[in-house]
């Protein structure tokens, strides 16, 4: 480590990545940190990273953003889930809804007591027991309906978020450096990074570097060398195309994932526009089909030109490698079809902060950085297969190759219990909770064939007085919620908060 009293700390590249790393660590560690970030401006970010989940909320509060001045700053809306559109099969939909379905008991789940009922002629669905989703299809929102509050995250502008963040970064005393890496300076012996030096020059020396250069991986891929496990095996997309389109109506709380013959489209409302993409296979369809595609499926006027991204989906055998740390696109990528990647981000944050390297013993830390990587990479992985898996759509090559392909081990022991028994448990990171696999499984068409008897311990119409009162609570809460566009104007109108 250096002589000097901080840790010097290098940023290689900027994007919602970087400056979302450049603000976390100068905000919670900043006594401690001498924070450089090095970018170029002829360098563009991905920057299509709308959606968000609700684990951005918390990361907020522990950095302490103000959600209404950000809100304001990156015409966000919010987002209580997606709606899933052509996936289990053609012509039906289901929302994967942030909320708590009905109420759990300690010995069974909601659903084994739904179904218990449902078996003795009660007709509500499932759906009627979450506000959440409830919300989202009647369009409206609060931050809370009387004394519950609501479970959401949100649609931004990246590219805006990635602006504000820089904005708070440097006046947190992060310094900026203008500039492409033109070659890595490697120590002899130990292999660890010394210093990046810049086309024009200029060196950049430092104890800790964070790679945050998107997909290229310039310093833990190209001069570090480690390797890239690809899971294209599993999930076949290589490809999307972005487009910027005019709000033909107020936004909805939720994105929209509509399946095509070759993948899947988004549908991303803000406040003044509305984000649409398609990622696909350039094994199953053409860069040409797939933009004919999205612009013959689009709302509103294009405001932008169609941007084509390829990618590969998988992660790097270690994000954390001697002393640099892989932190985005740089360390791995799963399609955005959960809209995972900026959480991935957070996440790689607090883990970083909790095992940062005061000093020279790098190696215990990164194996520890490194295995709670890749379990959590691996559980998010597993339920995005799910989505493409568990169809009965057999109308393309592109759906009967993930309808009859091999899934991992662990995902297939899940689908396996729930179809036999209706059993469902968190997955290893606590990210999707139960009521984000029963959703999904459900919505997709694969229904229990038995599940846990604990509701035959209710008589049947004692039962069902339960469920239907829950269900009237739930719609009272309904009734007290404004329509989604009417709360955003009021707590956090684009331009007019910070």
Known sequence: MSENKKTKVVIAGGGTAGWLTAFSLATRLGNLLDITLVESDQIGTVGVGEATIPTMRSFHQLMGINEQEFMSATQATFKLGIQFENWGCKDENYLHSFGEIGQRAWMAEFHAFWMAAKENGYSAGLDDFCLELKAAREGKFALAAGKK???????????????????????????????????????????????????????????????????????????????????????????????????????????????????????????????????????????????????????????????????????????????????????????????????LVTTALIRLMKLFPFSDNFGILAERFNEETAVELETIRDFIILHYHQTTRDDSPFWNHYRTMDVPGSLKHRLSIFRENGYVWPDDVSLFRVDSWVQVMMGQGLMPGSYHQAGKLLPPEGLKQQLTALKNQIDNQLAQLPPHAQFIEKYCPAGKVG
């Open 149 to 343: 509050p609501l479970n959401y995250a949100f649609h931004l502008d990246a590219t805006a978020y990635a602006a504000w963040l820089r904005k708070k970064s440097e006046a947190a005393g992060v310094k900026r450096i203008e500039g492409k890496i033109a070659t890595v300076d490697l120590h002899s012996e130990t292999g660890n990074i010394t210093a990046l030096k810049l086309e024009k020059g200029k060196v950049i020396a430092g104890d800790v570097f964070i790679d945050c250069t998107g997909f290229r991986g310039l310093l833990i891929g190209e001069h570090l060398g480690v390797e890239y496990e690809d899971w294209s095996h599993y999930l076949a997309a290589d490809s999307a195309i972005a487009v910027q389109t005019e709000s033909v109506e107020p936004p909805l709380p939720y994105t929209r994932a509509i399946a095509h013959d070759a993948g899947w489209q988004w549908r991303i409302p803000l406040q003044t526009r509305t984000g649409n993409g398609i990622v696909y296979s350039s094994r199953f369809l053409s860069d040409e089909e797939a933009e004919k595609t999205l612009l013959a499926n689009l709302d509103g006027k294009p405001l932008t030109q169609p941007r084509k991204l390829k990618f590969k989906t998988g992660r790097r055998v270690k994000a954390w490698h001697k002393n640099c740390v892989a932190i985005g696109l740089s360390g791995g990528f799963l399609e955005p079809l959960e809209s995972t990647s900026i959480h």
